[in-house]
Every structure is written in C-alpha cells, then in structure tokens.
T-cell receptor, first 114, second 118 residues
Framework: DSGVTQTPKHLITATGQRVTLRCSPR?????VYWYQQSLDQGLQFLIQ???????AKGNILERFSAQQFPDLHSELNLSSLELGDSALYFC?????????????FGPGTRLTVT | AQTVTQSQPEMSVQEAETVTLSCTYD???????LFWYKQPPSRQMILVIR??????QNATENRFSVNFQKAAKSFSLKISDSQLGDAAMYFC???????????????FGKGTKLSVKP
C-alpha cells in the first residue's frame, strides 16, 4: 500500500457524460501527478499540481481539467467523454515538486466509457 | 523531447533463471533519473529500481540490477533467480533532473510483459 488513495476504483459511464476522479495523496505530500494508461497511448503524464498550484501540463485534453484543494486532495474532471477516454487513471504523489522526490502511485481508477 | 523505447513487447523466463529487459532512451540532457516500474495484474505501479544519471555505479536492489550505459543511452534491467511473483508488465521511465525546480513528471516506455514459467 503506497498511502495514495483513489476513488472510485471503477467507473462505467456513457459517451458525452462528465465524471470526477478523486485522489488523496500520502500524508505530508504536497505534489500530485495524474497519469493516463490506455492501450493506444500507453502511460502518459496529464498534469501536475503542487500545493494547490498547477506546475506542469502534459498531453491533457481540453475536455479534461484538474485541481488541487487546500487539504491537498486532487480531482480530475473528464467531460464530454468519448470511447477513447476509456483507460486506467493513476494519481501519484510526492513530498515536493522537483524530480528529487520519489513518486508514489495510487491503485488507479478504471474508467469505461460505453 | 525525451523518449523511452522498450523493444521487447513480451519476454519469458524459467523460474530461478535470469532475464534481462531492454530499454533505450533519447535525451539531450546530462542530468536525469531512470526507473524501472513493475505493474502486476493488480495494476498497482511498483517502483523496482532507480538510477541517477550522474552515478557511474549501477543500481541494485536484491535480485534486481541495472546495466546503465549513459553514452549508449541504454538502461537494461536484470532479474536474477526469477520467481513466479516477478510475472508482470515492466515499464522503463525517464525523469528530468531539475534541481529545486517544479516539474518532475515521468516519461514511460510502452512496457515489456514478463512471463515466468514454473
């Protein structure tokens, strides 16, 4: 157990819908990363937050957005869902924002869009 | 932009034998980190081993060791005395070294699926 929690574990929804994925980082970790794992694209970085502020953006679609709240939990919002958005979404956390700090991964949220 | 390539989609090893998984990467940076992650059927991402590019000595963690060839941009993982529990997807990953900076995302390869035969 990495100490990073993600809810829900599984999510099934229809095309065009909107969902919210939640991540609680390890106690004391200020930085949160979101990654998407799909059959087509593999594992790719979406976005990073540090202490409530966005720090880096990867291949995140405009239909997707994220935020980190004062209690440091983070949410990833996916809207106008398409079949291709079906994937495993990971959250990872680290103490700081720089590459010096290890990233610890949560168990992931499996999203299925039908 | 940095890229990570794993040229072996699948590998197989007999229990108790040794197997080597290959990884190459492309970067113009001189300082960076390299990682191997294991993803068993549970889908949990587990850090296996980490290598800092400035260190010439190859990292080792129990039965896992790496062969880091910086000039060749190669980073292979050797698993000795393979066990049934080693069966998993293995991902090679790159991370920029940004001293005190604010970005630290991982760049992953496509993965190698390792099967262990009893």
């Amino acid at each position: 157990d990495s100490g990073v929690t993600q809810t829900p574990k599984h999510l099934i929804t229809a095309t065009g819908q909107r969902v919210t994925l939640r991540c609680s980082p390890r106690s004391g970790d200020l930085s949160v990363y979101w990654y998407q794992q799909s059959l087509d694209q593999g594992l790719q970085f979406l976005i990073q937050y540090y202490n409530g502020e966005e720090r880096a953006k990867g291949n995140i679609l405009e239909r997707f957005s994220a935020q980190q709240f004062p209690d440091l939990h983070s949410e990833l919002n996916l809207s106008s869902l398409e079949l291709g958005d079906s994937a495993l979404y990971f959250c990872a956390s680290s103490v700081g924002a720089s590459s010096t700090y290890e990233q610890y991964f949560g168990p992931g949220t499996r999203l299925t869009v039908t | 932009a940095q890229t990570v390539t794993q040229s072996q989609p699948e590998m197989s090893v007999q229990e108790a034998e040794t197997v080597t998984l290959s990884c190459t990467y492309d970067t113009s940076e001189s300082d960076y980190y390299l990682f191997w992650y294991k993803q068993p059927p549970s889908r949990q991402m587990i850090l296996v081993i980490r290598q800092e590019a400035y260190k010439q000595q190859n990292a080792t963690e129990n039965r896992f060791s790496v062969n880091f060839q910086k000039a060749a941009k190669s980073f292979s993982l050797k698993i000795s005395d393979s066990q049934l529990g080693d069966a998993a997807m293995y991902f090679c990953a790159y991370r920029t070294q940004n001293y005190g900076g604010s970005q630290g995302n991982l760049i992953f390869g496509k993965g190698t699926k390792l099967s262990v035969k009893p």
